[in-house]
Structure formats: structure tokens, C-alpha cells
């Protein structure tokens, strides 16, 4: 299969598989069964979870004080909350799964406070021979009710009360939550597995197989091919690493300082190629490692920024210029720009030639680690 297209099957899986499966499993979850998310979005005040609302003390307008949830005194509801005000009147939230069962919840407060509510009543004002004075507002599966001695109390307790929310926020359903922690244990699964295979499939997309009807050399007599490129006029070299049958390629492709009347700078700019030779399987294990460092001096301070990566780069071409004057070996020279190119297959072309007349398996991994880059 040309390498063009098992790059495009590595992309294809990993968007589609490593990502776009459990997106879509979450999607058909929360269809079903609710939103996987706790808290709910800020815009929803009747956001349930576990039984209680995740957002009490904006529902009853609590303003620091503690609010109670009594979901165990009310079964036929699904989350109920009370707040006692510092004046001394009580705010209650009902939210039922339907008007009937929201009925029977109301019946129950009312016996509680000696209240009488009509049963079909969406805004109604009370008063218990007890002295108690109530306020209620009904809308479908939800109920907010403000008892208290002080009329006026109720009144501006209800007023500060953010509503029974109507809009489709309001509606906000929550997944059980043995719903969500099995998905978020098979995310963690699936996360794992692709931990396992992620490097496995990233070397057969980025490889290169030995070159057809070739007999391998040894490991020895390929290391002195590959120390063999010295001799070409290449702007890299080639060294022995510290580990047995390792070869490191090293490019610095930029180097430069400048100066201008304000501050002045440098960068640079490094590729190396690691290669270890697996005599066994008769492959070169690749690893692509990246370091760049950028620097400034001047009249508004210093700045350093270093960055360095490793693993499987399939492809890499980097152009930039910078302006001004600069230094050249230790030199002040006046010149309008320094420009550099980068081509990672100025360096992976001859080795994987090299490494393919060998009878050898060019293998690139993200990890030295057999059980990540395999």
C-alpha cells in the first residue's frame, strides 16, 4: 500500500475511531438517557443530579445561606430544596417527572404548613389559621412556594426568586449517575487501548519495508553504511548513540544571532534522527526529536523561550527569515535577512535508502518503549 495512503488511513483512524466513536457514543448516551455533564450549563436553575438540584442556591436565591435538600421526605418527586431566609421565611423548589406526582408533593406541603391549595391554581396567595402566610407558583412538573409570618417577607422573598424557568433550559435532564461513571469507565478503557496502539499504528502508517528480494545485512555492516553518509555533501552528520546498534543524525539547520538598535536576538534551531537497530526483526527504529530555542535582550527586558519534541513526524518543512543586523561567526555583518529552509526528507530520504538496500525495515516509533511504540 503506498505511503500516502496508510497516512490517510492512520488520520481516518484516529479521528474517526480514537475520537469520533466515544463523541458519538456520548451523543446516542445523552440522547437517551441525559446530559453527561454536572454541573448543568449556568443558564439552567432546575439542573438535577443524584437526586438533588445542582444549582439550589441560585434557584432559591440563597445569597450565602445553606440550602437543604428533603428529596427522601418527598418520594413522589424528584428533587426537592428548602431554604430558610434570614427573616424567617422558608423558599421550597418541587421538580416531579410529571404534574400528577408535582400534585401529590404539593399536597404533602400543604398538611405540612396547614395550607390550602387549589388544585389547579398556578399563582395563589394563602393564609393558614395558624397565621402562616404562603405564596405558590405552579408550571407543569415545577413548584415554587415562600411561607412565612411576615406577609411582606413572602412578597420580596418570591421577587428574588429567579422563576420556574419555562425555557427549554429548564428541562435540563441529568444521566444517572451509574450511567455516567460507566462511561466515563469505558472512556478510560478505550483511552487505554489507544495508548496501545496509537505507536503501533503510527509505525506501519510512517514505515518504509525492506527493499524486495534483498537479503538483510548484519547490524554491524548496516551501522557502517549509515556512518557511510558522512562522506556525502550533506549538511548533517552521523555518530554512534550511547545504546548498542544506535546512530544519531544530527542537523542544526539554524543558527543565527542579529542586532538591531533596539534589542537583539538569536535562534536556533535542531533536528535529530535516533535510529536503533533491532537485529531480530531486522528493522531500524526511528524517532524524530525536535529542539528550537529563540531568545531577545533589550530596553524592555529578556526573553527565552526552548521548546522540544519527539516521536513519529510523518512529514516537516519549516521556512522563516528574520531582519536585521546580525552577527555571523562571532561578526557583526550587515545584511537585510537570514532565511533557512528545513526539509525533513533531505534527511529521511537518504537513510531510508540506505536502511531499504539493506535488506532492513524502516520503522518509525513515537516511543523506544516496546509497550508503546511497539
Known amino acids: 500500500m503506498p505511503k500516502p495512503l496508510r497516512v490517510l488511513m492512520f488520520f481516518l483512524y484516529f479521528f474517526g475511531l480514537g475520537i469520533g466513536l466515544p463523541a458519538l457514543v ?26 438533588r438540584f445542582v444549582n439550589a442556591a441560585r434557584l432559591l436565591a440563597a445569597d450565602g445561606m445553606p440550602t437543604v435538600s428533603l428529596g427522601v421526605q418527598f418520594p413522589s418527586a424528584r428533587a426537592v430544596s428548602l431554604l430558610t431566609g434570614r427573616d ?8 416531579a417527572d410529571s404534574p400528577a406526582q408535582l400534585q401529590q408533593a404539593a399536597r404533602q406541603l400543604a398538611q405540612r404548613f396547614g395550607l390550602e391549595l387549589a388544585a389547579d391554581a398556578h399563582d395563589q396567595r394563602l393564609h393558614a389559621e395558624n397565621s402562616y402566610h ?18 411582606a417577607a413572602v412578597e ?51 514505515g518504509e519495508p525492506a527493499k524486495p528480494g534483498v537479503a538483510a545485512v548484519s547490524a554491524a555492516e548496516l551501522g557502517n553504511r549509515l556512518m557511510a553518509l558522512n562522506q556525502l555533501d550533506v549538511p548533517w552528520a552521523v555518530t554512534r548513540g550511547t545504546h548498542p546498534d544506535e546512530y544519531v543524525i544530527d542537523w542544526r539547520y539554524a543558527d ?11 535562534m536556533s534551531r535542531g533536528y535529530r534522527l535516533v535510529l536503533r537497530l533491532d537485529p531480530g526483526q531486522h528493522s531500524a527504529r526511528a524517532q524524530d526529536r525536535f529542539a528550537s530555542l529563540d531568545w531577545a535582550a533589550g530596553v524592555e527586558g529578556a526573553a527565552l523561550k526552548w521548546k522540544a519534541s519527539r ?29 533557512y529552509t528545513f526539509d525533513s526528507r533531505e534527511v529521511k ?10 535488506g532492513w525495515n524502516y520503522r518509525p516509533v513515537i516511543s523506544f518503549f516496546r509497550l508503546v511504540g511497539g
Open 26 to 51: 456520548g451523543l446516542v448516551v445523552q440522547h437517551f438517557h441525559g446530559a453527561l455533564n454536572v454541573p448543568p450549563p449556568s443558564a439552567s436553575n432546575w439542573g438535577v443530579a443524584d437526586g
Open 88 to 95: 424567617g421565611s422558608m423558599s421550597m423548589a418541587v421538580l
Open 134 to 151: 404562603g405564596h405558590v407558583r405552579r408550571s407543569g412538573n415545577r413548584l415554587l412556594l415562600v411561607v412565612g409570618m411576615d406577609p
Open 156 to 206: 420580596r422573598q418570591l421577587a428574588a426568586l429567579p422563576g420556574l424557568g419555562d425555557g427549554p433550559d429548564g428541562d435540563w435532564r441529568v444521566a444517572p449517575a451509574p450511567v455516567r461513571h460507566a462511561l466515563l469507565a469505558g472512556v478510560f478503557l478505550w483511552a487505554g487501548l489507544q495508548f496501545l496502539l496509537f505507536g503501533r499504528i503510527a509505525s506501519w502508517a510512517g
Open 256 to 266: 543565527a544571532r542579529w542586532m538591531n538598535l533596539a534589542r537583539q536576538g538569536g
Open 311 to 339: 516521536g513519529i513526524s510523518f512529514f516537516e518543512y519549516q521556512h522563516e527569515r528574520t531582519y536585521g543586523l546580525q552577527f555571523r561567526d562571532g561578526r557583526p555583518v550587515m545584511a537585510l535577512q537570514y532565511a
Open 349 to 358: 530520504g537518504p537513510v531510508m535508502r540506505v536502511v531499504r538496500d539493506a
